[in-house]
């Protein structure tokens, strides 16, 4: 079974510096998806990043990036230029390329941000 | 605008009284999930469904119940509640084809 694991349960930065979010994951599939998902205190899940496994780049939107190494199972979170609106529960997640959309999700980074 | 709208948002209940918490997507997606979501543990699928009729297990499904009689709505059951079964809920939909998962608003199950 797949496993999804964020070992940083809290993290805080200085507004509008750079902060990365680890995530780890196990699995023996080779074709799958990655997301970040933000959960602020409105509890509402916010798909915040998409990578797929069969693609070498990194995806970015915006002032957001992950460092994606596939054989490493690393897929980590980069936010430039934090704001106070990043601050929100942030949380890794897997799902296989096929069958059911089922997502694994990691235990959750807590993000602060300090103005 | 596509929803997936889950009712009651809020609910406290007591130990062993039914209750059912809707969930209704307007996009026509074939899969609907539910999961639950508790401090440290992030979220987990209690149950989920791959058209109308067809169910199946997540990983919690102990204590719940499901059913899939049209393809928009996906109820979650729980027939006689337990304290352990407090947390927050949340449904999503999909197509079984697409690569992204719509979520519910969240509902919040208090049990004592």
């Known amino acids: 079974a797949q496993t999804v694991t964020q070992s940083q349960p809290e993290m805080s930065v200085q507004e509008a510096e750079t902060v990365t979010l680890s995530c780890t994951y196990d699995?023996?599939?080779?074709?799958?998806?990655l997301f970040w998902y933000k959960q602020p205190p409105s509890r509402q899940m916010i798909l915040v990043i998409r990578?797929?496994?069969?693609?070498?780049q990194n995806a970015t939107e915006n002032r957001f990036s992950v460092n994606f190494q596939k054989a490493a199972k690393s897929f980590s979170l980069k936010i430039s230029d934090s704001q106070l609106g990043d601050a929100a529960m942030y949380f890794c997640?897997?799902?296989?390329?096929?069958?059911?959309?089922?997502?694994?999700f990691g235990q959750g980074t807590r993000l602060t941000i300090n103005p | 605008e596509a929803q997936v709208t889950q009712n009651p948002r809020y609910l406290i209940t007591v130990t062993g009284k039914k209750l059912t918490v809707t969930c209704s997507q307007n996009?026509?997606?074939?899969?609907m999930s539910w999961y639950r979501q508790d401090p440290g543990l992030g979220l987990r699928q209690i149950y989920y469904?791959?058209?109308?009729?067809?169910?199946d297990k997540g990983d919690v499904p102990e204590g719940y119940k499901v059913s899939r009689k049209e393809k928009r709505n996906f109820p979650l059951i729980l027939e006689s509640p337990s304290p352990n079964q407090t947390s927050l809920y949340f449904c999503?939909?999909?197509?079984?084809?697409?690569?992204?998962?719509?979520f519910g608003e969240g509902s919040w199950l208090t049990v004592v």
């Open positions: 999503a939909s999909a197509r079984l084809s697409g690569n992204t998962i719509y």
């Open positions: 469904s791959m058209n109308v009729e067809v169910t």
């Open positions: 996009m026509n997606h074939e899969y």
């Open positions: 997640a897997y799902r296989g390329f096929e069958g059911a959309q089922k997502l694994v």
């Open positions: 990578q797929e496994a069969y693609k070498q």
């Open positions: 699995t023996s599939e080779s074709d799958y998806y």
